[in-house]
T-cell receptor, first 109, second 110 residues
């Protein structure tokens, strides 16, 4: 059983469309991060959210941490082919960093 | 600045052979270190983590083991590989719970 559930698992959209990826858990996390991974490489940190209800923006990406610090969402506006990749959420519990199952995004030109 | 090195990048090993993957971190002291395994296109499964020299916590019972002989060195080992050990192995260190990953090792057991 995955501690962090990500949805959807796969997403294929056209360039210019908007999308939202969800990360849900029954556990409360001290912080939650989003990573993006290219094939054959390690994940790269995009953002960390710490406070319940926090919203962070990174260009066309908007990240939100749930009020209860159990869930998070990633919204991409006007997706571009360069956004293609595997998006992973990760929750921190003490020294442990637990990852979700990932969302594979493909943006077609 | 901190850097993490992981090698080799790719490895093809026969079933029953031993394994040793090495990870070293530069530019920081007493880091928390992690080994993850990733199935194709999926999330990361935590295998081992270490908060200090000789301190190893195992998350998944299996035929893999880990050791931390030096502060900034983390080694993943196996005495006899299984086909199911194939995957993408990632080493990481954390700062304030944010993880920084190595380039990964693609292991294929044949």
């Amino acid at each position: 059983t995955q501690l962090l559930e990500q949805s959807p698992q796969f997403l294929s959209i056209q360039e210019g469309e908007n999308l939202t990826v969800y990360c849900n858990s029954s556990s409360v996390f001290s912080s939650l991060q989003w990573y993006r991974q290219e094939p054959g490489e390690g994940p790269v940190l995009l953002v960390t959210v710490v406070t319940g209800g926090e919203v962070k923006k990174l260009k066309r990406l908007t990240f939100q941490f749930g009020d209860a610090r159990k869930d998070s969402s990633l919204h991409i506006t006007a997706a571009q082919p360069g956004d293609t990749g595997l998006y992973l959420c990760a929750g921190a519990l003490g020294n442990m960093l637990t990852f979700g199952g990932g969302t594979r995004l493909m943006v077609k030109p | 600045s901190q850097t993490i090195h992981q090698w080799p990048a790719t490895l093809v090993q026969p079933v029953g052979s031993p394994l040793s993957l090495e990870c070293t971190v530069e530019g920081t002291s007493n880091p928390n270190l992690y080994w993850y395994r990733q199935a194709a296109g999926r999330g990361l499964q935590l295998l081992f983590y270490s908060v200090g020299i000789g301190q190893i916590s195992s998350e998944v019972p299996q035929n893999l083991s880990a050791s931390r002989p030096q502060d900034r060195q983390f080694i993943l080992s196996s005495k006899k590989l299984l086909l199911s050990d194939s995957g993408f192995y990632l080493c990481a260190w954390t700062e304030n719970t944010e993880a920084f990953f190595g380039q990964g090792t693609r292991l294929t057991v044949v």
